[in-house]
């Protein structure tokens, strides 16, 4: 029977490589850094296991800086029938909207600051 050829590997100086993926580096403030130990704790993590895991939960949450027209809808039905609770009974109908309405509207000095609301 032949001799196996034998190969032989030199070792590598440095560290070992313990994955493959590339390093990414971010700067956090103490009380972010904070955050995220006590988060990792409360999740039996490491610090680099849990920032991987905030990153990706943050990736998955679907969110446009707007609300859809359903979201916004049932705000307003909330708002709705928690104004009508507080209405006074005793006022007529059409006081009772209007100042649902204002209610709803909010007051002047703060409608040109709401980022819902396209202005004219």
Request: charged content about 40%; hydrophobic content about 30%.
């Amino acid at each position: 029977m032949a001799k196996s050829i034998e190969v032989n590997q030199k070792k590598r100086r440095g560290r070992p490589a313990t994955g493959r993926d590339p390093v990414s580096a971010v700067r956090l403030p103490e009380e972010l850094t904070a955050a995220v130990d006590k988060w990792a704790e409360d999740n039996e993590a490491n610090r680099s296991e849990a920032i991987r895991r905030l990153v990706e939960l943050g990736l998955t949450v679907k969110s446009t800086g707007r609300h859809s027209d359903a979201q916004k809808q049932r705000a307003r039905e909330m708002a709705g029938k928690a104004i009508d609770g507080m209405n006074d009974a005793a006022a007529h109908a059409d006081d009772q909207s209007s100042r649902k309405r204002r209610l709803i509207k909010g007051p002047e000095e703060f409608r040109g600051t709401r980022v819902d609301r396209k202005t004219k």
